[in-house]
């Protein structure tokens, strides 16, 4: 009789042994969890697995693929460098809110670029470093840029940033064309999509100079 008493006071107690246990693994694996999402972090950056995160599954580049995505990644940074050149120099208004949009799309096609680069077992190689390639903001257009008068700024600027604008409507094409990969050709297609809208933004702005036809 005393035995079963012991067994019945006992069990209670092992029943909430085991909740505390089950409710320590839990908080221990939400803490795991919010940790990997970057909880309780000072800055604003994103994970660093959100930054350099890749496709989940392999995929396979043809010879326009490898090379739309070697050129397309430092074009996109020469634009990038133009951009950050201008901060410090006066410029329309209208034409700095068009490349702060600019500047945000073209960090994700970098980050998703590369991500496909990885997914493909490819190495990053500036292959057109030292080219005069159509497009490309070179470190001499930036220096041009830097030695351009504060009227002449707007100006010069526009026209490198359309020049990239509309030669990478020309690069998504062709690899919509000729690419092998189904996961590049969309991001292609995004892309090119992308560079339209911006490109009609940039046109259209007060006081923008008329395009040269075929330009």
Do not use: Y
């Not at 995004?190 to 259209?204: G, K």
Request: hydrophobic fraction near 45%; include cysteine.
């Amino acid at each position: 009789m005393d035995e079963q008493i012991m067994v019945e006071r006992r069990g209670p107690r092992v029943r909430a042994g085991r909740l505390v246990g089950v409710a320590a693994t839990l908080v221990a694996t939400a803490l795991a969890v919010g940790l990997t999402q970057g909880w309780g972090r000072t800055n604003e950056e994103p994970a660093a697995s959100s930054v350099t995160a890749a496709p989940a599954a392999p995929v396979v580049l043809n010879g326009t693929d490898d090379a739309f995505i070697q050129l397309l990644i430092p074009m996109n940074e020469g634009a990038l460098a133009l951009i950050d050149q201008l901060d410090a120099r006066p410029a329309d208004p209208s034409l700095r809110a068009l490349l702060s949009e600019v500047r945000k799309a073209h960090r994700a096609e970098l980050r998703d670029l590369r991500g496909l680069l990885a997914a493909g077992n490819v190495p990053e190689l500036n292959i057109h470093e030292g080219h005069q390639m159509p497009g490309m903001v070179t470190d001499a257009r930036l220096a041009e840029l830097r030695a351009a008068s504060d009227a002449e700024v707007s100006s010069r600027a526009a026209a490198l940033i359309r020049a990239h604008l509309a030669q990478t409507v020309v690069l998504c094409r062709g690899e919509q064309t000729a690419g092998g990969s189904p996961e590049l050709k969309a991001l292609a297609g995004r892309i090119q999509q992308a560079r339209a809208a911006e490109l009609d933004t940039l046109d259209d702005r007060p006081g923008a100079p008329t395009a040269a036809p075929g330009g």
